[in-house]
């Protein structure tokens, strides 16, 4: 096991009905003037805004709105909410919704006591050195960006899709009320489903040897998804399976499952190209990727991926071939991943094979190399986007 | 699944050597005179309290030392803490050690700014609103009171074992290096290894419906605990496996595997007595009374101790006979508990049939009842400490 830190400092305010109490949080972590960040309609008709501003309103707290965040969140709103914040000298910030108007609320919180354009954190030229306090209700499980320190921005410029991570701005506080999630329709469930799993797989595929506890707490979290999201597919209503899914989806990204090991993520970094490409649900895009990258690269370890097929997927050991039960782990996950309603190759996602080059050019890395578990060159992602061209059962 | 918060603000400073870094973290937190905490004279002699003042001294920070905390930590030691801090206007707390001097440390931190005795707070007859800021620097993975919110603590008048939680107390930070452990003899080992398994089944057996998520991170920490710790018993050096325990030692008592769920801790209550009398190390006082206590509640629930038996143990599952594959995961704990070296029964702990009565009479709920699983009266209390007496493999 590698050296680490790891600090999770956000309080987790669970359960239904609790984000009647935000109100009392913000109170609590010093918050007096509020910027509200949320994104569509959804949340506005089904009256949540109007309870979150009840409750600001009964502890006395001002604040300002800042809505119309969409999916795949851009630069051009990030900087309307600093804008905002400094001429209204509002001090904390409260997303309600999913990861876009999180980490929209988040680029806004470094952006502001910063003198340069936020750009920089998300570029990699500047590392954040302060932020606004920042806090959540969350309305889909899938991010994680409730309890992570990490932030994903577009720039519009250029469709650029890029991460920023930095302990700052970890919540001060994240309501999680699982029945906000039962009017999400069945395929950005399965979606959000999907982004937890691929959270998991990223931390879970590792060179790094002797991490039984994490292997173990990763398990844990892709089989409750395995068990709870048929659950809540075929039953939206289905609280306790929501609920389950929502914790799950915070342990998945707040790294308790991921900590002393070498990391992997070229996955989500293959998959930003096409949900800034195609304006696809990231979960939607991962869901084509992950079992495409996993064909690429599971010769680099096949006990590894054996392991995880039987431990995860229950497939049986195959011990004069284990990559015969690597490959069935992989075949398990496409095929959960079709039962729960999810693209498996491009067509289904609405990609296109001709843009390969050019996905392949807006990643980026050149003559470099990427990623944590195998070290992947240009042309090695051409191959995986390939592989998920022709994906199928 | 039950509402619930969570909350556990430490950070966990871990690896090889991280002690060193103690003094940048305690500055981190804004301590500038510190009340050092420790037992016995190991951490002296390994030199570790040597390399913590060290640290302190290179950040400019002052101490005063607080030595000599004795397993079963007593009251004593917490008052004379409490005036050492008030007399010297010390303004943090580091433990080093562990639970004893880490609950000592706990106890001093919300007695100093308290006018009356801190025991109102084990008593239950006050709350604690303030609290001096508590870091740990670990050397014994069990009590997980290096990420917990508990102390408990032995008042010498009466020898009554009580604890208190709040979460004021849950340290700044945690230093866990896990080469720390490498010097503990295989009996302590064992011990702090039954103790966090305990920690883990406290949470486990329950009677809230649908709570997969933690199950499964509970089924985690438990396998990996009968993975890691007969390597550890055959290879006390074994740096990988003794970083395993050390993280799972954490992660069963920070509750993140608990929350949402009714928990039980009886076994904890029942096991306080007997090493309140007999002064015996907790964990093999747990490893007595929790296969016992198991055995007597087991038809309460028996699927769900069917379900440990088939998921942790890995027993078949008797479809026919539920209660078999039930009793025959309790028999494989107590197995494993005697191939650690723990005692399974009264003789072997050191602990008498005939102080039976006593024992009861001190856990102290008269006509009470007491446990989150099944509600235990005194009675049932003193039959569990039967089925201890005569406990065999």
């Known amino acids: 096991m590698n050296n680490f830190n790891f600090y999770s400092p956000t309080e987790f305010v669970f359960g239904k009905d609790r984000e009647n109490d935000c109100g009392e949080y913000v109170k609590k972590y010093g918050g007096t003037k509020v910027l509200l960040v949320y994104g569509g309609g959804s949340a506005v008709k089904s009256g949540l805004i109007g309870r979150v501003e009840e409750s600001l309103k009964n502890n006395g707290i001002g604040f300002s709105e800042l809505g119309g965040v969409q999916p795949n969140p851009r630069d051009t ?30 680029a806004i919180a470094i952006g502001v006591p910063y003198d340069g354009d936020f750009w920089d954190f998300y570029s990699g030229q500047a590392r954040p050195e302060k932020a606004v306090p920042v806090a959540t209700v969350l309305t889909i499980a899938a991010a994680g960006s409730e309890g992570s320190p990490d932030s994903v921005i577009t720039k519009t410029d250029g469709m650029l899709k890029r991460g920023c991570g930095t302990d700052l701005i970890r919540p001060k506080f994240s309501v999680l009320d699982p029945a906000l999630t039962q009017t999400l329709p069945a395929y950005q469930t399965a979606c959000g489903a999907t982004d937890i799993m691929a959270h998991v797989f990223e931390r879970y595929f590792t060179n790094t040897k002797e991490v039984e506890i994490t292997d173990r707490l990763c398990e844990a979290v892709l089989m409750t998804m395995i068990k709870e999201t048929p659950r809540v597919i075929a039953d939206p209503d289905n609280y306790d399976a929501r609920a389950n899914i929502m914790w799950a989806g915070m342990v998945a990204h707040n790294n308790i499952v991921g900590v002393g090991r070498e990391q992997d993520w070229n996955s989500h970094g293959i998959e930003h190209e096409l949900s800034a490409l195609y304006d696809c649900a990231h979960g939607a895009g991962l869901a084509v990727i992950m079992p495409a990258w996993m064909e690429f690269v599971y010769k680099h370890d096949v006990m590894r991926f ?53 996905l ?20 090695d992602i051409a191959e995986i986007y390939r592989i998920a061209v022709r994906a199928e059962l």
Request: with cysteine; hydrophobic share 45%.
């Open 77 to 106: 709103l990030v900087y309307k909410g600093i804008d905002m914040c400094r001429a209204e000298g509002l001090d904390f910030i409260l997303a309600v919704g999913g990861g876009s108007p999180i980490d929209t609320a988040k």
């Open 306 to 358: 054996a392991q995880a097929a039987v431990r995860i997927w229950g497939v049986k050991m195959n011990f004069a071939d284990p990559a015969v039960t690597a490959l069935e782990g992989i075949h398990r996950f496409r095929m959960f991943l079709r039962s729960i309603g999810m693209p498996i190759n491009f067509e289904e996602l609405g990609a296109k094979e001709e843009d390969i080059p050019a």
């Open 360 to 379: 392949v050019e807006k990643f980026g890395i050149g003559d470099g190399e990427t990623g944590g578990f195998v070290h992947l060159k240009a042309a």
